[in-house]
């Protein structure tokens, strides 16, 4: 176990990507390069092919990387060789032990099923013994490899923020304890220290993140930017900024948005199960909206113990004196429930009534693997908003009337019109702009940045579905008004507004303000 401070970090597949300028990921070329930059530990995965061969791959499928849908278990090794060569060569799980055979360094070997954990088990047995292994993964396999190689060190699997019990850690008698680093927080620290074993966090490549958990006293991070980490626990001391804490929490943020988008898809395919009620028939939820909330609730509790959490389906409340994160899970479950893809999620971290970290999904998302995913859209308070690695910026709207022949779109206050919306749409009409009510006001309101139209509103605000939204509206550059008309990011309980500049923003306000003045004086809609 390593000091405090200084974590071992763990090159995850080697060093691959942009780190080794292409070295694809599980080949020899990025076990050595990791080698070169330094790492002590590399962690690679391995499947078994039909005629029993060891091999490094992480998917169960060549698909990723090879653009073959053939599964590794139903090729013979020749078939498994014939993609690729030179470096990018798929190689055996004995050619990588050879590799570092009296290096010093540890070969950490994951598998994500028990079905190659036998024949791992014996092509390590006939290794040099001086190659150096460890082991992690699914839980089966750690116990057949405890069956194989009873002195195998063994690094134990774990999902929960609580950590394992003694009567749990019997069977495979770990050294260490491996679990996502999200749900990794002090008190799972010390309580995995206080049994003599050694916490292992996964993956992790933010540095606040990483400087972050070397506080904590983690004592190995696995990694898959292995130089920009070295930096950032090399003088790891007991205190953090103000800016590492922004950092680490816009990095939090993407990492729960990104899980949150992924469970979304998955779930438009593979169904979305019973659909229940709130406080009427129109007002839905779904296990997709509890699981999620859940999730990302461990992750807020482990990571940020100080800061309240208000959700829209557990709750919670804020006075306002502490930090605040508010979840809406999915944002337009009604479009959810009835097989509409256009749902959201917001996340935002509020201090002093302002947002300053938070994150939306677009709707309009990406294929991933044969899956549609919504699209994370992150934003911190002085450091723009982003999605996928592009930064966004609003365009003026143009013309003399930033609204004729434009968009902007609105929502309706549940399944009712609000006062003055068929007021409003009328006065949009005179000037050739056209009204749309997509179904989620996160989206809505976070659109104008995404260039979905020139302005949009909601006719209450609530930091849960609108605060993130807000946020990635500023930082592109665009404008938010409350219901006076101020630019404001703390807008309070009534209408809300955004637009691509100012001037679209104002004209849309007006328009609200003359329809609301309307038809509270005639009690028309």
């Not at 088990?121 to 069956?147: F, H, I, N």
């Not at 939820?285 to 829209?312: C, K, M, N, S, W």
Request: some cysteine; charged content about 25%; overall charge negative.
């Amino acid at each position: 176990m390593t000091r405090p401070g200084m974590p071992r970090l763990v090159a995850h597949r080697g060093l691959h990507a942009e780190e080794t300028g292409g070295a694809r990921e599980n080949t020899l070329a990025a076990l050595r390069a990791a080698v070169a930059a330094g790492a002590a530990w590399i962690e690679i995965d391995v499947r078994r092919t039909r005629d029993g061969a060891v091999v490094l791959l992480h998917d169960p499928t060549l698909e990723r990387l090879w653009g073959d849908r053939s599964a590794v278990a139903d090729l013979e090794l020749a078939e498994v060789r014939e993609r690729g060569g030179g470096e990018r060569r798929i190689p055996l799980l004995s050619e990588a032990l050879d590799l570092l055979h009296g290096s010093g360094v540890v070969l950490l070997i994951d598998m994500d099923e028990a079905v190659p954990a036998a024949a791992a088990a014996e092509v390590v047995r006939s290794s040099p013994a001086d190659t150096a292994t460890a082991w992690c993964g699914d839980l089966d396999a750690m116990r057949r490899v405890r069956a194989e190689l009873p002195d195998a060190e063994i690094w134990m699997p774990w999902a929960s923020p609580v950590p394992p019990s003694e009567a749990e850690l019997a069977e495979l008698r770990p050294s260490v304890v491996n679990a996502p680093h999200l749900i990794v927080g002090a008190d799972f620290v010390s309580g995995v220290h206080a049994r003599g074993l050694g916490v292992a966090v996964w993956t992790v490549d933010e540095p606040a993140q990483a400087a972050h958990l070397a506080r904590l006293g983690v004592d190995s991070v696995t990694t898959n930017v292995l130089p920009r980490l070295q930096a950032a626990v090399a003088d790891v001391t007991t205190g953090s900024s103000d800016s590492d804490e922004g950092e680490r929490a816009a990095g939090i943020v993407r990492e729960l948005a990104e899980w949150a988008a992924e469970r979304t898809a998955l779930a438009r395919i593979d169904g979305i199960g019973p659909v229940q009620t709130k406080k009427d028939p129109g007002d839905h939820v779904t296990r997709i909206d509890r699981e999620i909330e859940h999730g990302v609730r461990v992750a807020l509790r482990a990571q940020f113990p100080a800061h309240a959490i208000v959700g829209e389906e557990e709750g919670g409340e804020s006075d306002g004196t502490r930090p605040c994160w508010y979840l809406d899970p999915v944002d337009g479950t009604a479009n959810l429930a009835n097989g509409v893809p256009w749902t959201s999620f917001s996340l935002a971290l509020v201090q002093d009534g302002r947002p300053v970290v938070g994150a939306v999904l677009d709707p309009v998302g990406e294929a991933k693997d044969g899956i549609s995913v919504p699209v994370p859209v992150i934003a911190g308070e002085g450091r723009g908003a982003w999605r996928r690695g592009s930064r966004l910026v609003s365009s003026p709207g143009a013309g003399e009337d930033p609204l004729s022949g434009a968009i902007v779109t609105t929502e309706l206050a549940g399944t009712s019109a609000w006062p003055g919306l068929s007021r409003m749409l009328d006065a949009l009409a005179e000037r050739h702009c056209t009204l749309r009510i997509p179904g989620s006001g996160t989206a809505t309101l976070a659109g104008v940045a995404l260039g979905r139209g020139v302005a949009a509103m909601v006719h209450r605000y609530s930091p849960l579905d609108h605060a993130a939204a807000l946020l990635i509206v500023a930082e592109a550059g665009g404008c938010v008004l409350d219901a006076e008309g101020r630019p404001t990011l703390d807008p309070g309980p009534g209408p809300v507004f955004t637009g691509v500049d100012e001037r679209s923003a104002r004209a849309l306000h007006l328009i609200w303000r003359e329809a609301a003045s309307r038809a509270a004086s005639d009690g028309a809609r």
